[in-house]
């Protein structure tokens, strides 16, 4: 069965269905039905109307008939790259860095389109600036990542980020009226901490910053260089600095106080820190600029006096039967002192642990001297006559009074904060944790690849820059009342794939379904998902 077109003498055209059937042995047509005039049929639609009407009867024959000239060869990260897109664009960031490139009009560099694809990589694929070049530009949306990037574009927009990082910092401290949205209320209070990251690398011939010194990632065997954080109270990160592998946490303040003073002329600031950096000096420092401190306090470096009237807890305020709180006035200023049973289990705990060790060591050595320089050993050991070693039975029990005490010291005035928010202020000090949690693991700053300090700064910036997109998308996220996290938001944004469908010759891009963690993440962000056939810029692959 089948439909003939046939002609009469004037030339006008008809529709006939024809069924073939054999008479004997020869081979014969009838008609079965007439459709009428062709040019009928067409004006009128009656032709689509009907192949429409039997096309509901034959599925599979459509179906591989489709097949035939659709195909679907790879697919393009999306949903990630769109989302990224928008904030980078309607934040401070795309503003800046137009001002970076509106300094260096005699570089040609698509400075645009380099910081943002690295950008990009942080949250799609951590990886190095060449493999990012050579494996995964091409793997993500062309409409919105160009792939035809250059390695030595990308090397040189890492040194003007460099050479920019200073007024970076500085318009991100105060974004313009129109960028309200991303700008904290206030900034009055920043949380400080340090870190380390490592490189794969034991050279120290290539610059200032590449050392070895002490790893908080215990890779002794590794350069590394130690990252400076700020954070404001929201989690928004202000500013960070970089210092050589081999410095001291507690003397990485003097440089960040001079730029916070100076280079961004803020006034009032009360600076959060942990007991790292109580040093004197830093005090003198953080006073002579004009700020305040709230910082952890090593209890037992004071006075006799001072600890004996601390282990007397009957003298203290109770705020509940498991808290308790003192306050003493010291040279600084305030010394806020308080006891918890959640510490004192905890600190009760992790000592039972280290003598439970530390005496079955003992047990089978009696002259391990060795153990009198282990960090976590020698404050519970004395030294008997022919270098024998034994529990020094009196420090474990003096440590033991001290248990669940910790103390803080402040400049703030008791009028302007008092203790218990002087205490919850100290406690924020977890944003900054995730913050290098995050830093190193969803964005993987480390381990770095580059040798001179330019690169390593512009990598740096990179990873900032990531990590203050990310910490936006986490305080909107929270104030959405969103039960998931950044990191699983940007998982969910990266299953979301643009596919190139080639229908009979064309190429139409769509995108996969959006649901979900997903759906919720722009909905939280208060982004329009895009529609389902995307359309790609002109010149485009």
Not at 196 to 214: A, H, Q
Not at 395 to 409: N, Y
Not at 451 to 473: K, N, V
Request: aromatic share 8%.
């Amino acid at each position: 069965m089948f439909v003939r077109r046939v002609r009469n003498a004037k030339g006008v055209s008809y529709l006939q269905i024809v069924e073939s059937y054999r008479d004997q042995k020869a081979v014969r047509q009838r008609v079965l039905f007439s459709l009428g005039r062709l040019e009928d049929l067409q004006a009128t639609g009656q032709l689509d109307q009907l192949v429409a009407a039997l096309s509901r009867y034959c599925e599979r024959l459509t179906l591989i008939d489709l097949t035939k000239d659709v195909s679907v060869d790879e697919t393009f990260v999306f949903g990630s790259v769109y989302v990224l897109d928008q904030l980078f664009r309607r934040g401070p960031l795309l503003p800046i860095v137009e001002e970076i490139l509106g300094l260096h009009q005699h570089v040609e560099i698509p400075l645009v389109d380099t910081v943002f694809a690295m950008l990009v990589s942080r949250f799609v694929r951590p990886c190095s600036k060449r493999s990012l070049k050579e494996r995964w530009l091409e793997r993500l949306y062309p409409g919105l990542v160009r792939s035809d990037l250059g390695l030595h574009q990308l090397y040189r927009t890492l040194d003007l980020l460099a050479e920019h990082k200073s007024e970076i910092q500085q318009h991100l401290i105060y974004p313009t009226s129109q960028l309200s949205l991303w700008a904290s209320p206030k900034l009055e209070l920043v949380f400080y901490d340090t870190t380390t990251l490592r490189f794969e690398s034991i050279r120290e011939d290539r610059g200032v910053l590449r050392r070895f010194g002490y790893s908080k990632e215990r890779r002794m065997d590794c350069t590394q260089v130690i990252l400076g954080l700020l954070l404001d109270r929201e989690g928004m990160p202000v500013g960070y600095e970089l210092f050589p592998g081999n410095t001291y946490e507690g003397h990485t303040l003097p440089g960040l106080l001079h730029r916070l003073k100076d280079q961004y002329h803020i006034g009032r600031l009360i600076f959060v820190a942990d007991r790292g950096m109580l040093r004197g000096a830093n005090l003198d420092q953080i006073e002579e600029a004009g700020f305040q401190f709230i910082m952890g306090m090593k209890l037992w470096s004071l006075s006799k006096k001072e600890q004996g009237r601390m282990e007397h807890l009957t003298r203290w305020e109770t705020i509940s039967k498991e808290f308790r709180l003192c306050e003493m006035t010291h040279p600084r200023g305030r010394l806020i002192v308080t006891w918890s049973q959640e510490r004192a289990d905890r600190d009760r705990q992790v000592r039972t642990d280290l003598l439970k060790t530390l005496r079955s060591r003992l047990a089978k050595n009696p002259e391990p001297t060795h153990l009198v320089s282990h960090k976590g050993f020698k404050r519970y050991l004395k030294v008997l006559e022919k270098g024998k070693v034994a529990v020094n039975e009196r420090a474990v029990a003096q440590e033991t009074r001290r248990d669940g005490l910790f103390g803080i010291i402040t400049n703030v005035p008791k009028e302007e904060m008092p203790a218990l928010e002087i205490l919850q202020r100290y406690k924020e000090l977890w944003r900054i944790e995730d913050a290098f949690g995050e830093i190193k693991g969803t964005l993987e700053a480390r381990p770095m690849f580059h040798w001179t300090d330019p690169r390593i700064e512009g990598h740096m910036m990179i990873c900032f820059l990531a990590y203050y997109l990310e910490a936006y998308i986490t305080r909107q996220l929270r104030k959405a009342g969103a039960e998931f996290s950044a990191p699983t938001a940007i998982d969910a944004l990266n299953e979301i794939k643009a596919v190139p469908v080639k229908v009979r010759g064309k190429t139409v891009w769509v995108k996969t379904r959006v649901d979900g963690i997903a759906a919720k993440t722009f909905e939280a962000l208060q982004l329009r998902v895009p529609s389902d056939i995307l359309k790609l810029p002109p010149g485009s692959v």
